[in-house]
Structure formats: C-alpha cells, structure tokens
C-alpha cells in the first residue's frame, strides 16, 4: 500500500478529463499533456481507454513507450479485450498499470449491464485474475460505488483482491455522495474487506453538486491513500475533482508546476478557466478592495494563505478599481515611477475614483494620464 503518510496522485486528465464535451486531445497534445505532467510529478497518469478507439490506444501506447518516471495506466472494462487492448498500449511503460472496472450499483447492473449480482461477481473474479496475469499491478474500480449496496460492495472488492488487484478504488462517479457518508463508506470498507489493508484505496469523485474535493479530503481522512484527479477539474458533466487543491496534502507533487499544467491543458483543450477558480484561476493572487490592498502591501499573510510563486504564478496582483484604496493607488504609482506628494496623491485618488466609476479595469496608462495631466508635477521615484 506503500508510504501512509504520502497520498499517491492518479492524474486521469487524459482518460476522464478527456471526456468532457469538447475536450478531445490528438496524440500530440496527449503526449504535451503528459510531459507536463511528468513534471508534476503525478504518481500515475491514467492516459487513455485504448479499446475505446484506434486512436486512443496508439496515443497511450506512444505515452507508455516515451515517458519514464511516472506509472502509465489504461483503462478497461472488465471484459477480456478490453483489458487486452489495455496491456498492449501501456506494456511498454516502465510501470505499466491495467484500470479494470465494472458497475456495482443495482441501477446499473439491472439497466445498463442487464446482469445480476451474481454474474458481475463472477466477471470479477474472472476479469481481475486475467488482468493480473499480464500485469503485475491492477486497480479495480466498482463503478457507481457510492450508489451500491455496500455489503454487496464489500464482497465485491474482497474477490478483486483475492484475485490480484493492488489498488480499490471507490468512485462517487455521479457526483451523489457527501463528505461525511463518503468518509463512512470508506471505513466500512476498511473494517469489514479482508485483505483491504494490503492494497492502496483509492478514492475518484466527480463535481456534480460541488462535493468533489470535500469528499476527495474526507476519504482520506477515512484512509485512502491514493486520489485520482483532473488538471483543472475537467471531466465528465461537472468534472472531476481538481489536481491543484491538494497543495497541502503530502504528495509527490510539485506545486510550482501546477499553473503551467493548467494553462497548457486550457490552451490544449480551448476550455478556459473561471477567474476566481481556486490556486490556478486569473483572480486567486488578485486583490482590489482597498482594505485588502493595504494588508497586503503591509504583510501578504494578511490575506494569501500561500504565496503565488509557490503554486506557479510570479507575484501578487493588485487590481485598481472602484474599491481600491489610496494605498493600492500610491504602490502602482511608484511601480510606473511616480512618487507624489500626500496632496498630490489626494488628488490624484479622487480622480482615481472618478474614473473608475466609469470603467470596470484602471489601466497603467489610465493612471499615468491622471499623473500627468494633474495640475502637480510629481518628484521621480
């Protein structure tokens, strides 16, 4: 199960991030994506669901064959040329890892598999064995756990670790679950699966009433040791949870890599990133309220719970608008080289405010214009 005090990061951008409408990557891109994330230093990168097309099985097998330092997963479907397909794209990675899956949820074993419990246990047993015996490492995933009977989820995941799976991982995949009923079932599962404290659980949850991260941090303090992740919380219907919250949770991950990744994936994919999205949105370092401005030009603890640099961006922004003190306006002015007087920068703020009355964003040209056409001359900084 590996360091307990590490979290093991599973990047599924390429696989479930993909998924989202519009998201589609070409082989290049993937490869770009992955590189980045190599320098993240993500534990896994899930990259792709070869049997899903052609395409998709070459461009994971292209990331298995050329990136080193990271494990390389596929996904499949607990049938058996699914998981061949599998083993063919990611067997040259230097840790090649098979993601096999099945539903456990009794609506979906009744109306999109039109199986029975019995027979999904026996494609367990008999999925997860085949996978093992082409690849040393195995998770399986119950799909729809958090809708699952969990006794029945109980005996499901004991089979797949009978059989060879390394990694359990329990996903909320339709965004149903909160914190603390995700945090219950985990430690169910704990107490009551033979052998669970043998393998890595790992937890997948997705964003559809906003309880991704929360349920994310909840299963880990419930005891999973591996979470699995999207650059920029993309992925199917709301998204998955997102890669950049977990700044301060112990991974492998370097943090300072984490806004380029964003920025490439937004570039990649043509799917911006809300300003005031947490770490790696436009807005995050970006501050405009005057009592804001002047904590933070007398100590950024005031109001930045982490410094910019530290998560990728090169420094605080102070954003002059309508709610900007004369504190704000006085550091922006001397960064442009004017140092004024205290009447002269009374007077420039009041035109300050006027203007931005009128406008949403002050520019610096904005600023040097009420400078210059004031009636003061301001000394040089």
Not at 20 to 32: D, I
Not at 128 to 146: G, H, K, M, Q
Not at 201 to 221: F, Q, V
Not at 235 to 260: C, M, P
Request: glycine share 8%; net charge negative.
């Amino acid at each position: 199960m590996g360091d307990p005090a590490v979290v093991k990061i599973f990047d599924t951008t390429l696989r479930d991030g993909e998924q989202s409408p519009g998201a589609t990557m070409t082989t290049e891109e993937k490869l770009r994506i992955a590189d980045q994330l190599v320098r993240l230093n993500v534990d896994i990168i899930e990259a792709g669901f070869p049997a899903a097309s052609p395409g998709d099985l070459a461009a994971v097998k292209e990331i298995a064959k050329l990136v080193r330092g990271v494990a390389v997963a596929g996904l499949a479907r607990a049938s058996s040329s699914d998981i061949e397909a599998a083993w063919e794209a990611v067997r040259h990675a230097e840790r090649p890892v098979i993601h096999v899956f099945l539903a456990t949820s009794d609506i979906h074993l009744q109306h999109k598999l039109r199986i029975g419990r019995e027979e999904a246990l026996q494609r367990v047993r008999t999925m997860v064995a085949y996978a093992r015996n082409l690849c040393p490492t195995i998770e399986f995933s119950a799909e729809d756990a958090t809708r699952s009977d969990w006794d029945y989820l109980c005996r499901v995941f004991e089979i797949a670790i009978q059989q060879g799976a390394t990694t359990i991982n329990v996903p909320d995949t339709v965004g149903y679950t909160l914190p603390h009923e995700y945090e219950k079932l985990f430690r169910y599962l704990r107490e009551r699966v033979p052998g669970m404290e043998e393998v890595t659980l790992s937890a997948h949850c997705h964003d559809d009433l906003g309880m991704a991260t929360a349920n994310t941090l909840a299963a880990i303090r419930a005891g999973a040791r591996q979470v699995e992740v999207t650059i920029n919380g993309i992925g199917e219907r709301a998204g998955n949870t997102a890669s950049e919250v977990f700044g301060n949770v112990d991974t492998h991950v370097n943090a300072k890599q984490l806004l380029v990744a964003s920025q490439l994936l937004s570039r990649v994919t043509g799917i911006p990133v809300q300003p005031n999205k947490s770490i790696i949105g436009a807005n995050a370092f970006a501050h405009e309220a005057g009592i804001h401005q002047d904590g933070m030009l007398k100590n950024p603890l005031t109001y930045e719970i982490m410094t910019p640099q530290s998560v990728g961006w090169t420094d605080t922004n102070l954003v002059l608008g309508k709610h900007s003190g004369r504190h704000g306006l006085d550091a922006r002015l001397r960064k442009l080289g004017y140092k004024l007087s205290a009447e002269q920068l009374k007077n420039a703020y009041q035109r300050f405010v006027r203007l931005a009355d009128e406008k949403k964003h002050v520019t610096d040209a904005d600023l040097v214009y009420i400078v210059e056409s004031g009636e003061e001359t301001p000394a040089a900084v």
